[in-house]
């Protein structure tokens, strides 16, 4: 007999396969509370019992494994008054408060309430027991007088999120949920990302944020604004506003799992702030210029579409007229759509006739695409998130604090360690979350990841560890990298980073004895004026053990954005076109200048006839805003970008802003930067637009409008397009190339014109996305993608080993700034915080502060105050103290979410990687001095 | 011919907890004999011997040991179980106190058996000096090469015992739970299969022994299975599930007896002789009403069902859940059958891990209908939802993980099936008086 039966319908047990798992296959419905497909099977909540022809005992479909042979049935009279009962003994505690109005959507429980029509027995509870809500989280609505102990809550936060927030108190009809030993939420340690919240069957944990709200009117299919992860969301609406955003369970990235960002922090969106209308400055309408202008004409005037952009137009027209396409410069958006990206170079490229146009990808792994571009030919992460959380042996994270950074991606490498028991290499100057999890952490000193890479690297050889296939089959150069190594014996390299020798030698021992590792990097690693040597070293290392071209295994940088990958692919970057086609080539040169030609041509050139590119790569953001400053730029045009918070030095950026001739800044708030513009255009968020976002992994993915622009605010494709039309228009131009027009009714027909110039995106498609996720590259519309990069070779043929040795960051403490200062960012906040301040994720991390050891504390006298002003030769910063091991005695760290006096960036050198141009936020040399409480 | 006792023979000689003194009395020759033979044949010789654990279900000792995967890599796990928390049970104590060597030996001569290299001993907290005596004893061991590596010179064969002392909760009794516990988590059992013989403590195969089974095992290398089998009640040729319930037993005996104690019989004896003979008979001169005959958990006999022999089988024919523990708790004539089910369902309300839904709100509503009867405030149709909650959690059979509930429903249905009219006279009489009770006690 190879078949079992359920309510008389035949089924293959397959093997491991769960009596309801095999009825869901068949359609049939076993009422479940305590089951959840995502969590490990408990079977206690009892609701699923059914009976097996034969067996005196009924059992638990969710936790009995089917055979050949069972017959089952699944709503026998019996079963049906067992179900019966076990719910009304559910309801014995259940205390419904009735808050929420009537139009509360069904929750699980109430639901099978209703269908069995069960109602409350003698001697039931009619009082509540406990305090409503009962944990005061801000984001987090508990109460648990609707508990029915299913423990969903628990093991989502242990199976998922990996926090181990909540546990089981007491016993009997007296155990419940407690987070920690029986203490606050945040006390226990939870990260608000709200997952016990999202499994919860009763409403007992729900999202405060949604209560009261009803029903939605409609659910979309989104993507997360925040990180690079790419997380899946739900966005439920109602009456043009977000309600409720929860995971996608149909989503590749995390199905039902979010962090507090993407789950909690949707509310920017509909912030009184957002900018419903064009303003100008007052001079700009009454032509006066700009230098001459008083306070009174300094300020916004709103006005309507055709005026400001006509403005924009005008003036765009003019420089470009007086002082040639070079004097103007495009920043385009890593928050922005691909379809946007691509219009904001094609309007530097076409319009303008600039290769001014980059972005802020600057900032953050401009040296990794840069760095991996010279050992592979490809930049990008080169296996996936899931790939690597279930196929790497073991880990190495060097500069990225993934449980904050990346948290979705963070909790799923914490389960593959939790779950697969691989060993994890931690390499942080700071004692990370994901330290916890580690079987190593290397705390080495800011700024010298190459000692310690080549420290690694040098043991691994000495001991015969390598490749040695690897490297002969797929690899060049090696025989001048290993000779390098020789000077990072253990000794020497301890010395300079401060990791122990011993530590050293099994960091190595780690990394070379499990194959494959997967090396996962971020602004740690990248914003170093060694930023493209560091991530060279990295390549070194994942060449030298053979962990390329296979699954669990590759070079894995993380984006910091949620389409920062994106913004990179549409060419919004100085030296190259869309899909990373080289601006020095002179065919690709003429492929674009066919594609997007115009007529009347302009006095041609010889490489670029039509219109007027420059072969070579134009200026990159920070050399835009220094030139800026200077007038060599005369204007510039800002898609979302907050330049005055999160550029390094800033109070030198500062000035460069206010020197600048004209500002058009397109954005959704009246950001730092919006003080220095000529020009605020309104755009729209990412919840009331369409077009693609690419994550960290490659995975192009569908965004999907939800809302209707807030006020007068447009979609910012549609902007940049109408701008364009306007500015050819002035020019006397009008498009002749095939890809040449500015008529877009959709962002599909601007992705469409993408694919068509772009290999990479070739055979995707908005109607493809429609139904799935592509990693690219995607040659053709049949190619079904490619999670995995150089599985057969690299793009550059031979993997390349490069030279790289160990150099000081530019700046380092000295006896007037004593103390290292490293940057970077906190799990409830975003970027320079423009999104997260304006949410209520902010009461869960209200004030900037910077981390300092104990022992500097003690050192520098900061007996209990509250506040410390660091200075840098640059600037002062004004912050709350945390005093904390999680920083090394000698190194603070900050962060950039606040602005004005608060931001870390006051402080950060504009020193920069010479080749990629990166900023090298993670060092400086600061002192601190404690601010007096003000009485 | 009479009854030798086996388990309780070396009780009473002084200095019997040392090791010296338990090897001038034979000790260590039956771990001796053990090793001479291969774990298969020590696994053949338990499986022949019929033992059944003496823990509360009866399941054949050598059938489990049996389910261990074959050529597992290990480690395999032995747990004693020494959480005696059934009310009415101290037989484990008494042997762990008295004789702590004739338990290590049964225990490492099982651990030889299965191939286990650890062996840990879940003691309940509150038996600190059974702790003592048997701590004190397993250093010996150690010293005396009976414990550690190569043990007794046996290439290869290594165990190291530890005491695990728990916190005081019934559940860790269970053997699920108990496994959870020792692995530092809350006592929630486990969902079987996988069973512990194939996946229990840390994830390996693990087999869970009670301390008075493991005892039984030394005998039997001792003096072999068909002296074993001599002892005790054969299969019921009538009942094709009745296995034989073979061996010494040591039934404690309590409450209203005149002579309350551990008697080491063989298996078989009736209750009434056990009562009459062995305890003195009912104190005070009274009659039995009612007894328990096996912890708390199998429910109650009445008196016409005295006669019942206290075997595997037995208990079972006259309505009760089985023979459990053999803690056989006397009840006299002037005890109220409505306090003794609510101390029950109390218990069992107070000890529900509280995981399954039936259980955890089940025995808690059953002590609450109990408490209201009480107090003079039942209704007679509280009789059948009585009935009626205790058949949903725990009679049906499969209604929640592990056996708790039973434990808990057992009482519930035997005291209310053959004491009814007990229950109903009290309702009914009750009602009218505790008006002016509870008012009395609102005035105080």
């Known amino acids: 007999m190879t078949h079992a039966s359920i309510n008389g319908r035949m089924i293959q047990p397959k093997p491991g396969q769960t009596i309801l798992q095999a009825a869901q296959e068949l359609g049939i419905t076993i009422p479940t509370l305590c089951y959840h497909p995502d969590l490990s099977p408990v079977g206690s909540c009892r609701l699923c019992l059914v009976e097996i022809e034969g067996w005196r005992q009924k059992v638990a479909a969710c936790v009995t494994p089917i055979r050949p042979g069972m017959v089952i049935y699944t709503e026998t009279p019996g079963l049906v008054e067992v179900r019966r009962f076990i719910l009304s003994l559910l309801l014995r505690h259940y205390y419904d408060a009735g808050y929420g109005g009537r139009e509360r959507p069904e929750t699980e429980f109430e639901h099978w309430v209703r269908v069995y029509q069960v109602e409350r027995r003698r001697d039931s509870q009619a009082q509540p027991r406990f305090a409503i809500p009962s944990d005061p989280h801000p984001l987090v609505w508990v109460d648990w007088n609707k508990c029915i102990l299913c423990t969903r809550c628990v093991r989502a936060c242990a199976e998922i999120q990996g926090r181990f927030v909540w546990g089981v108190a007491d016993r009997g009809e007296r155990a419940h949920i407690v987070a920690g030993l029986g203490s606050s939420m945040l006390e226990a340690r939870c990260e608000s990302c709200g997952a016990c919240a999202a499994y919860c069957p009763t409403g007992a944990l729900d999202d405060k944020m949604a209560l009261g709200w009803g029903r939605p009117d409609k659910i979309v299919r989104s993507v997360c604004s925040y990180c690079g992860v790419g997380c899946g969301i739900r966005l439920q609406v109602k009456n043009n506003r977000i309600i409720r955003v929860s995971g996608d369970e149909q989503a590749p990235v995390n199905g039902l799992h979010l962090c507090v960002k993407g789950r909690y922090g949707f509310d920017y969106v509909h912030h009184p702030e957002r900018l419903r209308r064009p303003r100008v400055r007052r001079y700009l309408l009454s032509g006066r210029s700009k230098s001459e202008a008083t306070a009174a004409e300094r300020e916004w005037v709103e006005v309507d579409w055709d005026t400001a952009l006509d ?113 994890l290499v931690v390499a942080d100057p700071r004692r990370i979350d994901i330290t916890e999890f580690a079987t190593l952490h290397l705390q080495h000193l800011p700024g010298t990841d190459i000692a310690l890479l080549n420290g690694l690297m040098h043991i691994i050889l000495k001991n015969g560890w390598h490749d040695t296939r690897f490297i002969a089959e797929r690899c060049e150069n090696f025989e001048a990298f290993a000779a390098s190594l020789e000077a990072y014996p253990p000794e020497k390299v301890a010395e300079i980073t401060h990791v122990p020798v011993a530590a050293l030698q099994r960091a190595a021992e780690i990394l070379a004895r499990h194959k494959p590792v997967a090396a996962i990097w971020a602004m740690g690693i990248t914003q170093h004026t060694t930023g493209v040597m560091n991530v060279l070293a990295l390549a070194n290392l994942q060449m030298l053990l053979g962990n390329l071209g296979v699954p669990g295994g590759g070079v894995n940088p993380l984006r910091g954005q949620n389409n920062v990958q994106g913004a990179c692919d549409m060419g919004a970057l100085p030296n190259v076109f869309p899909g990373y086609q080289p601006v020095s080539d002179a065919q690709i040169v003429r492929k674009f200048d066919a594609a997007w030609a115009l007529q009347p041509t302009l006095r041609s050139s010889d490489v670029s006839p039509t219109l007027g590119l420059a072969g070579k790569p134009g200026l990159t953001v920070t050399e835009m805003v220094h030139q800026f400053g200077t007038g060599q730029i005369r204007a510039l045009y800002v898609l979302g970008e907050d330049l005055a918070l999160t550029e390094p030095d800033l109070p030198h950026t500062r000035q460069s802003l206010a020197q600048g001739e004209f500002l058009i800044l397109q954005e959704i708030f009246p950001s730092e930067t919006s003080v220095f513009a000529d020009i605020l255009l309104p755009g729209v968020s990412f919840a009331e637009k369409s077009g693609t976002f690419t994550n960290t992994e490659r995975r192009v993915q569908l965004v999907r409008a939800a809302l209707e622009p807030m006020g007068d605010a447009r979609p910012d494709w ?218 | 011919m009479a009854f030798e006792p086996v388990l309780l023979r070396h009780l009473q000689i002084p200095g019997i907890q040392h090791l010296d003194t338990y090897q001038a009395h034979g000790g260590y020759q039956a771990l001796k004999r053990a090793l001479e033979l291969t774990p298969e044949q020590v696994v053949q010789l338990v499986k022949d011997s019929g033992l059944r654990g003496r823990g509360g279900a009866g399941f054949p000792t050598g059938v489990k040991w049996g389910f261990i995967p074959k050529d597992h890599p290990g480690p395999i796990y032995l747990c004693v179980n020494a959480d005696e928390s059934e009310p009415g049970t101290f037989n484990n104590r008494i042997l762990m106190e008295g004789d702590p060597h004739q338990v290590l030996e049964g225990t490492i001569i099982s651990a030889y058996a299965i191939r286990a290299s650890v062996a840990y001993i879940y003691i309940r907290y509150e038996y600190g000096r059974a702790y003592r005596i048997l701590q004190r004893a397993i250093e010996e061991l150690y010293k005396h090469g009976l414990l550690g590596r190569n043990i007794l010179g046996k290439a290869g064969f290594n165990l190291d015992i530890y005491i695990h002392r728990g916190a005081g909760a019934y559940i860790c009794g269970e053997e699920t739970g108990l496994i959870e516990s020792l692995e530092g988590k809350r006592a929630w059992p486990r969902i079987k299969p996988p069973f512990p013989a194939v996946q229990g403590l840390f994830q390996k195969p693990t087999i869970v022994n009670n301390v008075e089974t493991l005892a039984c095992v030394k005998h039997i290398l001792e003096r072999g299975p068909q002296w074993f089998r001599s002892i005790g009640v054969p299969p019921d040729p009538n009942n094709p599930r009745d296995i034989g319930s073979f061996g010494p037993k040591l039934y404690c005996l309590s409450g209203h007896v005149n002579r309350p104690g551990c008697y080491e019989l063989p298996l078989g004896i009736t209750a009434r002789e056990l009562i009459e003979k062995y305890g003195g008979g009912v104190w005070n001169g009274r009659r039995v009403k009612a007894i328990i005959p096996g912890g708390l958990s199998m429910g109650f006999m009445s008196d016409q069902e005295l006669d019942t022999p206290l075997d595997f089988n037995g208990p079972l024919k006259v309505g009760c859940l089985g023979l459990g523990t053999a803690a056989v708790i006397v009840i006299d004539d002037r005890t109220s059958m409505i306090d003794v089910l609510y101390n029950s369902c109390r218990f069992f309300a107070h000890e529900s891990c509280g995981q399954c839904t039936p259980c955890r709100e089940g025995t808690a509503w059953m002590t609450k209908i109990l408490a209201r009867i009480r107090r003079g405030e039942g209704y007679l149709d509280d009789l059948d939802l009585l009935l009626e909650i205790a058949n949903g959690i725990g009679i049906m059979p499969g209604t929640t993980i592990c056996g708790l509930a039973d434990g808990a429903a057992w009482p519930v249905k035997t005291a209310i099936t053959k004491f009814r009219a007990e229950f109903e006279d009290y309702i009914r009489n009750s009602r009218s008086r505790s008006v002016t009770l509870r008012e009395t006690t609102k005035t105080l």
């Open chain 1, 718 to 935: 549609h902007i940049i397009a109408d701008l364009a039309r306007r500015v050819l228009a002035r020019q006397g131009r009008y498009p002749a190339g095939p890809w040449a027009g500015w008529q877009y009714t959709s962002p599909s027909a601007i992705f469409e014109e993408m694919a068509a110039l772009t290999p990479l995106y070739a055979g995707i498609s908005h109607a493809r996305l429609e139904h799935e996720t592509l990693h690219w590259p995607v040659p053709d519309k049949n190619h079904p993608g490619t999670p995995i990069l150089f599985v057969h070779g690299f793009p550059r043929g031979r993997g390349r080993f490069h030279v790289v040795e160990h150099l000081p960051p530019a700046e380092w403490p000295d006896a007037e700034y004593p103390l290292l200062l490293t940057t970077g960012r906190v799990l409830y906040h975003w970027h320079g915080g423009e999104l997260t301040r304006r949410s209520m994720v902010m009461q869960l991390c209200p004030r900037p502060v910077v981390e300092i050891h104990p022992d500097d504390a003690a050192r520098f006298g900061l007996n209990g105050t509250r506040q410390v002003r660091l200075r840098s030769r640059r600037g002062e910063m004004l912050a709350y103290v945390q005093i904390t091991t999680r920083v090394a005695p000698g190194v603070v760290f900050g962060n950039f979410h606040f602005p004005g006096p608060n931001n870390v960036n006051n402080l950060t050198n504009a020193a920069l990687d010479p080749v990629s141009k990166i900023p090298e936020f993670k060092v400086a040399a600061v002192r601190l001095e404690p601010v007096p409480e003000a009485c």
């Open chain 1, 311 to 423: 403005l924009a137009a005008e003036k765009l027209t003019q420089i470009w007229r007086e002082s040639g396409s070079d004097a103007l410069g495009v920043l385009a958006s890593a928050k922005c759509t691909n379809e946007e990206n691509y219009l904001m170079q094609k309007f530097a490229r076409q319009v303008l006739g600039t290769q001014n146009v980059d972005h802020c990808a600057r900032l953050c792994h401009s040296s990794t695409v840069a760095a991996l571009s010279l050992a592979f030919g490809s930049g990008a992460m080169s296996n996936t998130m899931h790939d690597v959380a279930e196929h790497a042996q073991a880990l190495f994270i060097i500069g990225s604090n993934v449980t904050e950074q990346h948290p979705v991606f963070g909790s799923m490498l914490r389960q593959a360690v939790l779950r697969r028991r691989i060993p």
